[in-house]
């Protein structure tokens, strides 16, 4: 190839040497439409560069060092471990885009049926393991860097976790997009390039402090950018009506807009050879930088239109405590999902299409409440833009939406008010007001003289003041709705949204969550897996349910024994991983009891901190004889929201209790406490498998589901906790004596909250109780302060909305189950390895069948076809 030619991968060029095997691409943005598909598949087939196609240690090698030279401009003695692990990513990433590009091209060519899915969280991970192990180039890679005399392992260590999500709810979109690239289902997800993640977590005197999680400092090699394919997106302004040749029409007249640019990341399937697209979007200004006004001085004002559109994109779920975080929050949905439904109208249609078709082409997914907004802006677009009549465009809308509530709490549906939807979308605002009016006339229809009924119904609110109901819009719009475990989907239907249900019986459905066994088994247990792999073979990393195969082995005491050595090993990385991390010392001989999730009252991290206080407290008083205490290392991992005191006063007692317990000699190597700071999917992947109590202990019929409780499962882990969310089916499926079951029932809650709940009267009847919460009351862990966390006590004395004290002598009973089975090696093994065993259902990969056949109807791609 002569020297100065160019070679376009991935939108960038560099130039090539003489004797450089180069590669050509047709290279659009993906998601976009190719000129022309037989030209694009002429000019891709068989184009890998023969480096990347042979699959060798030396081929990966020179491609390795050609990216550090080329792509870093470093040469291998110079380069540091951020230069050596961005051309590891690259280097890897090329692997996969040979077939990205040809899924995309099939793709179009197929027109089959996607699953959009519109999430405002993707909480990610680490995106090198996944690759590799997608790819299976794990062993190659490992060879050809050890040659070069660089360790993966440090490479691994270098690579930040994109902070594009808080929690359960990103988590889980991240798992159904791998399960949908593993299943050979089209799909692209769509969300927001947050510029910095939600914080990253610190500890100051064991408060937490919240400081910008600046995730892309270092550069994002996963991603492909393109400005390109910019969408503008407009707000504010106001309507006016027109006349279309005798038909009355609204248009809207906006008085600011935002570009939205967007980021591609590859999404992998599991060794298939798919690649599927997360699509996310980064707000900028439409016009970034006035130079007439930098030249007259005023440099702040020279760049406010940009720093006002970048807000946008700037952090994830802004606190909207105040007016302004509220309308910050709702420019963010409105933003990204505008952009997201431009983009597959616009780019990923056929021109030609008709879009009276679309129901053919596309089911838009909502994850929770967050992009309902999209409802509302897909009938403007028909109605106001491509000029049809509304019930042609509703029609359309009610077969392309479906909506996945994941709440039973009331506050956590959100509601926006009139004014500022008004203020900020006034045309969307108004096609709510019509959907609504003409849903309630069905209503009227169907109940005449319920008008309560009618207003309880009402997507609009009138108090405390006019606002609109986002779960109530998804539900009336949507083709279905769906909880995410059996009990909450039950729940849903019988108590949230009981009228809706009863209306519309048809939407209502079920389908519990899941996780994806690549990364939360196959990678982050590496032990267990190999285990397993020699059990049953490899068939189970894509078909959970093959775990059934193990339930023989727990009767196996070699079995057993190899078991419990890999937990062995998981605990001595953990403490390896803190130490290093954290500054944490570990005792990997005491039982691991985890807690690990968002810190919200309801999920009563307060009750297992009580736990831990009457034990030590019985400890010191002399009550239990210490020799008689099981030996335990209590763990816990939870962000709360910057405007949330309740929970960062807990977060302070628990790490105030912790100083206490970790530094008093009666206790040591008996009681010791581990609160890392910032917990996040890296870390879960270490501390998940070194698990032996899963603490799952939410007030019964608060949780929708969980999926951390999964995990802990799937990792040998056994489970206390309620009957709450996936608990309950956790529990079915394991059976009743390897889960340790306490507390009341949802209808035992009822009851309770019915008859008019006293916390005190448990207060004063237990002394065990009596005795924790006035150790924590007598300053004993606040340096004899009594006022530091007296609202914790008197929170649970005066309020308990989660019903913490009345479950607190049923979870103590529990815990003492736990020390007399954990007490029996063998047997706690067997129920482990039970656990893995049964715990097969809740592979994302099932939820994703689950969501084909009750709602998407979306089947997978022959990749033969």
Not at 204 to 213: L, R, S, Y
Not at 378 to 405: G, H, S
Not at 452 to 468: D, K, N, T, Y
Not at 525 to 553: C, F, M, Y
Request: proline fraction near 5%; include cysteine.
């Amino acid at each position: 190839m002569p020297a100065g030619r160019r070679d376009l991968v991935g939108e960038r060029a560099r130039t090539v040497a003489p004797g450089d095997v180069v590669t050509y691409f047709v290279v659009r943005s993906p998601g976009t439409r190719p000129p022309d598909v037989a030209s694009v598949r002429k000019v891709t087939q068989n184009t890998e560069p023969i480096a990347i196609r042979e699959r060798t240690v030396d081929g990966f090698t020179r491609e390795f060092l050609r990216e550090l030279n080329f792509g870093q401009g470093v040469d291998l003695s110079r380069a540091s471990v951020n230069d050596q692990y961005l051309a590891l990513a690259r280097t890897v990433r090329h692997y996969l885009m040979v077939r990205w590009l040809e899924t995309l091209r099939r793709q179009y060519e197929l027109q089959a049926k996607s699953v959009a899915y519109l999430s405002a969280e993707f909480l990610l991970g680490r995106q090198l393991d996944n690759a590799l192990l997608a790819s299976g180039l794990q062993d190659v890679v490992e060879e050809g860097l050890g040659n070069l005399g660089i360790d993966l392992a440090t490479l691994r260590d270098a690579e930040v976790e994109p902070g594009l999500g808080n929690g359960g709810l990103g988590r889980l979109a991240a798992c159904f997009v791998d399960s949908l690239a593993t299943m050979n289902v089209p799909c692209i997800g769509y969300g927001i390039r947050y510029e910095y993640g939600i914080f990253r977590q610190t500890f100051v005197d064991g408060w937490q402090v919240e400081k910008p999680d600046n995730w892309l400092a270092l550069g994002s090699p996963w991603e492909f950018p393109h400005p390109e394919a910019a969408v503008t997106v407009s707000f504010g302004g106001h309507t006016e009506t027109y006349d279309d040749e005798g038909t009355e029409r609204t248009r809207w007249v906006p008085g600011w807009s935002v570009l939205g640019v967007p980021y591609n990341y590859m999404v992998p399937g599991f060794e298939n050879g798919r690649v599927n697209t997360l699509r996310l979007w980064s707000a900028q200004a439409t016009r970034a930088f006035d130079l007439e006004i930098f030249n007259a001085g005023d440099y702040a004002e020279a760049v406010r239109a940009q720093t006002f559109a970048e807000n946008i994109s700037k952090v994830l779920y802004p606190e909207d405590s105040t007016p302004q975080g509220k309308e910050l929050r709702l420019q963010q949905q409105y933003f990204f999902v505008a952009c997201s439904l431009a983009n597959f109208l616009e780019e990923v249609l056929p021109e030609d299409f008709d879009l009276r078709r679309l129901p053919e082409r596309i089911i838009f997914q909502l994850n929770d409440t967050h992009p309902v907004i999209a409802i509302p802006e897909l009938m403007r677009i028909l109605v106001d833009e491509r000029k049809w009549n509304w019930d042609d465009a509703w029609a359309v809308i009610q077969k392309v939406f479906a909506y996945t509530c994941h709440t039973l709490l009331p506050e956590a549906l959100e509601v926006w008010s009139a004014d500022l939807l008004g203020r900020l979308l006034p045309r969307h605002l108004e096609i709510i007001y019509r959907i609504n009016e003409e849903f309630l006339d069905g209503v009227r229809e169907r109940y005449p003289d319920d008008e309560l009924r009618v207003r309880r119904m009402s997507i609009i609110a009138e108090h405390p003041e006019r606002s609109v109901r986002m779960a109530f819009l998804a539900t009336v719009a949507g083709t279905k709705v769906n909880g995410v475990a059996a009990l909450h989907s039950q729940l849903l239907a019988d108590k949230v949204l009981h009228d809706f249900s009863e209306y519309f019986p048809e939407k209502f459905t079920n389908v519990t969550n899941g996780i994806t066994p690549r990364r939360f088994v196959r990678l982050a247990n590496p032990g267990l897996s190999g285990l397993i792999t020699g059990a049953i073979g490899d068939g189970w990393v894509t078909d959970l349910e093959r775990l059934k195969e193990l339930e023989p082995l727990a009767d196996d005491a070699e079995f057993r024994r190899l078991f419990r050595e890999i937990k062995t090993n998981n605990k001595h990385r953990l403490v390896d991983v803190l130490r290093e991390r954290d500054g944490i010392e570990l005792d990997p001989d005491t039982m691991l009891d985890v807690m690990v999730k968002r810190l919200h009252e309801y999920k009563r991290q307060t009750l297992k901190l009580l736990h831990v206080v009457s034990l030590y407290e019985r400890i010191t008083s002399g009550v239990l004889d210490i020799d008689k205490v099981t030996p335990r290392t209590f763990a816990f991992g939870a962000k709360a929201a910057p405007g949330y005191r309740m929970a960062k006063q807990i977060i302070g007692l628990i790490n105030a209790v912790g100083r206490t317990i970790n530094e008093d000699p009666a206790v040591k190597g008996r009681l010791s406490i581990a609160f890392p700071a910032n917990y996040n999917v890296t870390l879960a992947e270490t501390l998940i498998p070194a698990a032996d109590l899963s603490e799952q202990i939410s007030l019964a019929g608060k949780e929708a589901s969980g999926t951390g409780n999964m995990k802990f499962a799937l990792n040998g882990a056994l489970t206390i906790g309620t009957d709450d969310g996936a608990n309950v089916e956790i529990r079915q499926l394991v059976g009743d004596d390897h889960f340790f079951l306490f507390g009341l029932t949802e209808p035992e809650v009822a009851d309770v909250v019915d008859a008019g709940y006293h916390p005190t009267s448990y207060y004063e009847s237990n002394k065990t109780l009596r005795h924790a919460l006035d150790l924590i009351a007598s300053g004993k862990f606040s340096g004899g302060d009594r006022h530091v966390f007296e609202p914790v006590v008197a929170n649970l004395l005066q309020e308990d909305r989660f019903l913490v004290l009345a479950d607190f002598q049923a979870y103590l009973d529990a815990q003492d189950r736990v020390d007399a089975a954990y007490a029996d090696t063998d047997a706690w093994t067997r129920s482990a390895v039970l656990n893995v065993a049964r715990s097969g259902f809740f592979s994302s990969d099932r939820s994703m069948r689950d969501y084909i056949d009750r709602i998407w109807h979306t089947p997978p791609i022959d990749p033969n076809a």
